[in-house]
């Protein structure tokens, strides 16, 4: 079954805020597999006046985060938890993350996760971003699930 998303409902499963929330709507979603999401990428983000001034380039660590909203959104869904019912995904590692293409304002980020395993709360996923049908980074993501603070 292939889910969507706007961004209130989005609002509902991630605790991020502007100017953190980085993803804008879920396109696709398959409970317990993956999920295809998008940030529409505008020159009035907050980092694009120091990165960098006269060549405006969306930080690499950004993209990585996005995927990783993405890849949250997707757990919670699954488990159809929301986080001030039991905690925080938090972020736990990244391996074999690769940039390929600079994301510019006006792009449209395209980002993919894929479940590829959970595990006594740790989720581990592969993600890509992309931009046009090009990929412009790649990387292995881990998420832990825990009480929030």
Not at 7 to 22: A, G, S, T
Not at 48 to 67: K, N, Q, R, S
Request: aromatic share 8%.
């Amino acid at each position: 079954m292939s889910l969507s998303m706007e961004i209130e409902e989005v609002m509902q499963y991630l605790p991020h805020r502007y100017p953190f929330l980085l993803i804008d709507r879920v396109i696709e979603m398959e409970l317990g597999k993956s999920i295809t999401a998008i940030k529409n990428v505008t020159i009035n983000e907050p980092f694009f006046p120091g990165h960098f001034p006269g060549a405006p380039v969306m930080p690499g660590v950004l993209i990585l985060e996005a995927l990783a909203q993405a890849a949250g959104l997707l757990s919670f869904k699954t488990k159809n938890y929301a986080p001030e019912e039991i905690g925080i995904i938090y972020f736990a590692g990244i391996d074999n993350a690769r940039f390929k293409k600079p994301v510019k304002p006006g792009d449209q980020l395209v980002l993919k996760a894929e479940i590829v395993r959970e595990m006594r709360g740790i989720w581990k996923y592969t993600g890509r971003a992309e931009v046009g049908g090009a990929m412009v980074a790649e990387a292995e993501l881990m998420a832990t699930l825990r009480d929030k603070p």
